[in-house]
T-cell receptor, first 112, second 111 residues
Framework: GENVEQHPSTLSVQEGDSAVIKCTYSDSASNYFPWYKQELGKGPQLIIDIRSNVGEKKDQRIAVTLNKTAKHFSLHITETQPEDSAVYFC???????????FGTGTRLKVLA | DTAVSQTPKYLVTQMGNDKSIKCEQNLGHDTMYWYKQDSKKFLKIMFSYNNKELIINETVPNRFSPKSPDKAHLNLHINSLELGDSAVYFC??????????FGPGTRLTVL
């Protein structure tokens, strides 16, 4: 069946450095790719998303890139801060269907 | 204003008991979900309701029974609780296939 692979599972960076999390999806019909941030003791919250007709989207320190040919997309966080420490989930969705597949999560630690 | 709320936040109970978790959303969404998150943080879809109609029912023991009295509520009832049911359960809602809004989670511990 369809799946979404997410790497790395854990990532530690120094404050101020950049962090990159990558996801690969299998269903070529997937056309919407959100990213969620889950802080300790809370539910996942949408932080940025991208649709398949766009190659890159940026919102302040976070950006997402999409390579449809290779079927992978990435989350980029620049100038990381301690409050960026959380678990991040990617997801791949096929619009108009029930298919909403989450990646396995990446635990990001930003070291002060 | 709370968008997706769940009660209780913590639930500690003995094996064999029956318990319920309640969820409410005030976003006007038409689709609601229950997810189970295990200790490794994997998010696993359990159920999904669209306009009160069950549309996703993943491989979940029939001890788990969702109930949607209206579009704004989706409750989860669990019979004969087992140790392996211990996890964090998240309710979420969305407008059909759009982005999901998650509740704060219910941490269930079965002793």
């Amino acid at each position: 069946g369809e799946n979404v692979e997410q790497h790395p599972s854990t990532l530690s960076v120094q404050e101020g450095d950049s962090a990159v999390i990558k996801c690969t999806y299998s269903d070529s019909a997937s056309n919407y790719f959100p990213w969620y941030k889950q802080e300790l003791g809370k539910g996942p919250q949408l932080i940025i998303d991208i649709r398949s007709n766009v190659g890159e989207k940026k919102d302040q320190r976070i950006a997402v890139t999409l390579n449809k040919t290779a079927k992978h997309f990435s989350l980029h966080i620049t100038e990381t801060q301690p409050e960026d420490s959380a678990v991040y989930f990617c997801a791949a969705i096929t619009s108009g269907t029930y298919k909403y597949i989450f990646g396995t999560g990446t635990r990001l630690k930003v070291l002060a | 204003d709370t968008a997706v709320s769940q009660t209780p936040k913590y639930l500690v109970t003995q094996m064999g008991n029956d318990k319920s978790i309640k969820c409410e959303q005030n976003l006007g969404h038409d689709t609601m979900y229950w997810y189970k998150q295990d200790s490794k943080k994997f998010l696993k879809i359990m159920f999904s309701y669209n306009n009160k109609e069950l549309i996703i029912n993943e491989t979940v023991p029939n001890r788990f029974s969702p109930k949607s009295p209206d579009k704004a509520h989706l409750n989860l009832h669990i019979n004969s609780l087992e140790l392996g049911d211990s996890a964090v359960y998240f309710c979420a809602s969305s407008l059909w296939d759009r982005s999901k809004f998650f509740g704060p989670g219910t941490r269930l511990t079965v002793l």
